[in-house]
Every structure is written in C-alpha cells, then in structure tokens.
C-alpha cells in the first residue's frame, strides 16, 4: 500500500532523471494528444505532496499521479526487465538514460501547469508530514475544527495533514498512546506532537527501506512475520501490557483501526 512514504520514496528515485530529455511517452489512449507536448522536454522537477506525485516538465506541462493502494513505480535503465506485464503500465517514460513505468496507478493525469494550480484535490491537500516545513500547529488547527470526527478518521483526511495511510494510523495513535475514537477537536497540542514525534522518524525511516511496512523495534521482532505494534494483531496481546489487540471499522471507508484498550484509554 502506498502511503506517505513510498511516494517520498519513488520521488527521491526519480529525481535521479531530472535534467533529462523526454524520448518516448507512452499513456493510455486519453492522454496520448496531450502526452505529445511531452515528447522531447526535460524533466525540471519532481515534486511529492503526500500519496501524490508531480513530475514537471520544461514546457509546463506536468504528469500528475496518485498510486492509492495498487499503484508502483519501477524506475531503472532503459530496457529494464519490468516487475510486471506491460499492459498494466499506465505511464511508460524513456529518458536519455533511464526508463520509468507507473504500474495500476488509478490516477496518472497529463495536464498544463494552469490546471495543476486550479486542480481541487490537489490544491486542497494539508501539509505533508515528511516535508522538511511540517509543522504540526497548522494541522492542530485543521483538528480543532472536526467537531465530533474521531481522531482515527481525521489522521487520514489527506486535506488535514497529507501522507499517513492505514497502518502508520494505527501505529501513529498506538505510540501516541491516543486511542482512536477520540474527538479529534479534543486532541491536545501535546498529544499531537507526541503523534508526529513517533510518526515522522518512522516513516522517514520506511522511505528508504523496500518491502513491508515495519515500525517494531528489531528486538520485538522475534517472528518474520511480527512488523508492527498493533496493526493487523487483534486478539494478539499488546507488546507493552499484553491486553489483548482490537480492532473496529472506522470512517466514511469504514477502514480497519487497531488498538491497544489500555495502552490507549478513552479518557
Ligand atoms: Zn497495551
């Protein structure tokens, strides 16, 4: 699942190819006028904003993508063996040096500059927790006007803080010791940097590693399969108190929420 992370991840790799010129672009049949722009510019910038990626290019044009759950890119020289069968690319890049493919993702857009500035869900998206200018006030802010939202909602909304996805959730509000249904208006400054404080160094920490998302500490994990703290663990005993894990359903997605009931007290 691509969270904030791996997106941060993948725009680190494809930095490698900024500077170099556009050969070959391919992109399903829709895009494939404008793709033309493309064809022969240079790569100027590449920009991540939680789960969304932006690649610039010379004439103002830009690609804009979004992985959500399937979504991955294979960034490598030109005639890589792809990972996966070509008719899943949704985006095929040949630079001078390099060959770039975006596999399943279900958002891979080919607009002007113009329209990326006016782009709603673009544009309405919160600070992104793994720039270096995050600042945990300005999302202090956007919580305290949620209402009744719970916290574990609100933590996904990407217009609030952008870039935490299912597990980092569950883990985030676990090492927080915050538990899930909380008000997300009542959560306190403090708790709040505590979250981020946890988080941040975390998922800094998965960008640079492949495969799984791990957040145990290696002695914790004595078991291949033992990667985090309480995500995917209901019914297992909690690292710290051994209170049995749960989990509920949370949120206009009803997506899974773990948590430890002593570790995370309601009140
Ligand atoms: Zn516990």
Known sequence: MAEGHAVARWGDALRQLVGERVTVIEVPPRWRERAE???GALLTRVETHGKHLV???SNDWVVHTHAMQYG???IGPIGQELRKEARFARLRLITERHEVVFF????MEVLSIDELSTH???QSLGPD?????FSVSRVLDAMHRQ???EIGDAVLDQRIVSGIGNIYKS???FLAGIHPRRPAAEVTASELDTFFAELIPLMQDGRFKYGMTVTLPPDLQLEPWMRNWVYRRRGHPCFVCATPIEMFRQGEFQRTTYFCPHCQPIA
């Open 72 to 74: 991955s890119w294979q």
């Open 120 to 122: 709603e869900r673009f």
């Open 104 to 107: 399943h993702g279900p958002v």
């Open 37 to 39: 722009n493309i064809g």
């Open 171 to 173: 883990e985030g509000l």
């Open 55 to 57: 690649l610039h290019f």
């Open 129 to 133: 927790l793994l720039h270096d200018d």
């Open 147 to 149: 209402g009744t939202r």
